[in-house]
């Protein structure tokens, strides 16, 4: 089982930029694919980034559009995304999560894992 820790959401004006970091218990950590969704007032929870366990291979939605970057270090059971050129649509809560399986890395049920979020506001 791995209990999971997000940190370093916070406010922020337009075009700012934020690390958020994600602390993931126990020894299996480089053996989870991690994944960032967030969810915004009134609206379904969303992919926004993901990182093979192996963290050669990176994913990322559509609006992220080069602006966030996920990077993890397994040897600090941690996963991050930095954000950069942040919008006001970008308020949302961030969530992290991990998966064993492989595949459908943007959907949700392949993440057995979740953190609690970190809230993230963007101020235009």
């Known amino acids: 089982q791995v209990q999971l820790v997000e940190s370093g959401g916070g406010l922020v004006q337009a075009g700012g930029s934020l690390r958020l970091s994600c602390a993931a218990s126990g020894r299996t950590f480089s053996s989870y694919t991690m994944g960032w969704f967030r969810q915004a007032p009134g609206k379904e929870r969303e992919f926004v980034a993901a990182i093979h366990r192996s963290g050669r291979s990176t994913y990322y939605a559509n609006f992220v559009n080069g602006r966030f970057t996920i990077s993890r270090d397994n040897t600090k059971n941690t996963v991050y995304l930095q954000m950069t050129s942040l919008k006001p649509e970008d308020t949302a809560v961030y969530y992290c999560?991990?998966?064993?399986?492989?595949?459908?890395?943007?959907?949700?049920?392949?993440?057995?894992?979740w953190g609690q979020g970190t809230q993230v506001t963007v101020s235009s």
């Open positions: 999560a991990a998966s064993q399986i492989n595949t459908d890395y943007n959907r949700e049920y392949s993440y057995a894992y």
